[in-house]
């Protein structure tokens, strides 16, 4: 028994040491020498500040900018509490919340049709990304507020519009604060006279 008890805790020693020390640092090293971006979190900086990261949503509720699909993460975009909603579709407040969003929308651009992403929440809550028909639909309030032709903005559309992974991954795809940022360095150059 004694030889036991001791062949025990040598493998839990053992075993400790390698798969809860060594494998976690070498796979970590491994991270930074192959995949460094993604390692770190793909963060953005502008003017030597991180404004966050290529991988997780954040809420934008100025008129002047895309905004991003509703998170039901937290109080919305909490990595800490990542997940969805968990409502049925029978929920009222769920349905409440919907047709809050979807009335707000409709009157922010009459008569178009609503995609279905800017009602929705995405499963983890933290989607960084909306589909392209979700940017065209916001383009007219965009060009407005910042006082861009609708084809300016459109065109910042274009470019920032990700295709499928690999060809035939998921979908057609744009990153919200991609895109804003891209907007904020076109409202501040001069106009062209």
């Not at 499963?123 to 589909?131: A, E, T, Y």
């Not at 507020?145 to 035939?168: C, I, M, P, W, Y």
Request: avoid cysteine; hydrophobic fraction near 40%.
């Amino acid at each position: 028994m004694k030889k036991n008890l001791i062949t025990a805790v040598l493998m839990t020693v053992v075993t400790t040491i390698f798969f809860g020390l060594l494998f976690p640092l070498l796979i970590t090293a491994l991270a930074q020498v192959l995949f460094p971006k993604q390692a770190n979190g793909e963060l953005l900086t502008r003017n030597g500040k991180v404004v966050g990261s290529r991988l997780i949503g954040q809420s934008f509720t100025s008129p002047g900018y895309f905004h991003s699909r509703p998170s039901s993460a937290g109080t919305g975009y909490d990595a800490a509490n990542s997940s969805g909603s968990n409502l049925g579709p029978t929920n009222q407040s769920l349905i409440a919340r919907v047709q809050g969003d979807a009335d707000r929308l409709q009157a922010e651009n009459p008569g178009a049709a609503i995609p279905m992403d800017l009602l929705t929440t995405s499963g983890s809550g933290l989607d960084p990304h909306i589909s392209p028909e979700a940017a065209e639909f916001q383009v007219p309030r965009i060009a407005k507020e910042r006082k861009l032709s609708d084809d300016v903005v459109r065109e910042a559309v274009r470019q920032h519009t990700e295709s499928r992974q690999f060809g035939f991954l998921g979908e057609p795809r744009v990153n919200v604060l991609e895109l804003n940022l891209t907007l904020d360095e076109i409202s501040a150059k001069p106009a062209a006279h």
